[in-house]
């Protein structure tokens, strides 16, 4: 998470009056055990776990009731584990692991509030506008996360129905090591955030980055 990502969410919060938060999944990275190459200078598991428990306990102590929808990412434990053969009843669940006291939904789940869908977004259809693809497919406003080059609001209306997708983008540092895959492509991650007004529109908001 890049710095200063807290106090932005805070302040755009507290400006838009947001009075409930739904965290949209990937809430951890878990570089370190995924599936994917390894740069050698990464940290180990157990470093990234106490580091990311740090920032999660930032996340937690800003806002201390969220609706957490698993991503592909934060269920790295569950998905490692089932790879190796072991029993999901052996592990913590998400919120003991985290230390965090949400409401927590399993991947692919799809959380409805206002009449409006929330899902992590890793599910397909992928690309640009996919929670615009999401919303259409599902004729409902869907907010999405999971693709982090992703980041805005479109909408999609008939004679009698109007619908919209947003993509909330996402805070990550992406000039860290854990994200060296992505150095070679010139799409960067768009870092912000989503509101939604009563269930009928919507508003992503791009962080305004403080210099490093
Ligand atoms: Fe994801």
Request: hydrophobic fraction near 35%; charged fraction near 25%.
């Amino acid at each position: 998470m890049r710095k200063g990502y807290v106090p932005f969410l805070q302040r755009t919060f507290d400006a838009w009056g947001v009075d409930k938060v739904v965290h949209i999944g990937d809430l951890v990275d878990w570089n370190s055990i995924s599936y994917h190459e390894k740069h050698p200078s990464n940290s180990n598991a157990y470093r990234e776990y106490k580091q990311a428990k740090k920032q999660v306990a930032k996340i937690a102590e800003a806002f201390p009731k969220v609706d957490w929808m698993i991503g592909n990412h934060d269920a790295l434990t569950q998905r490692q584990a089932t790879t190796a053969g072991i029993p999901l009843d052996c592990l913590k669940d998400y919120a003991d692991l985290w230390e965090v006291d949400w409401t927590v939904h399993p991947r692919f789940y799809k959380l409805l509030l206002d009449d409006v869908l929330y899902c992590h977004g890793d599910t397909g259809p992928g690309g640009q506008h996919s929670a615009y693809k999401h919303a259409v497919n599902n004729f409902k406003s869907t907010v999405q996360g999971h693709h982090h080059a992703n980041g805005g609001v479109k909408y999609y209306t008939n004679e009698k129905f109007r619908v919209f997708g947003m993509d909330v983008g996402c805070g990550v540092d992406y000039k860290l090591l854990q994200f060296e895959y992505g150095r070679k492509f010139p799409r960067k991650p768009v870092l912000g955030c989503g509101v939604v007004v009563n269930g009928k529109q919507a508003y992503f908001e791009p962080w305004v980055l403080p210099s490093r």
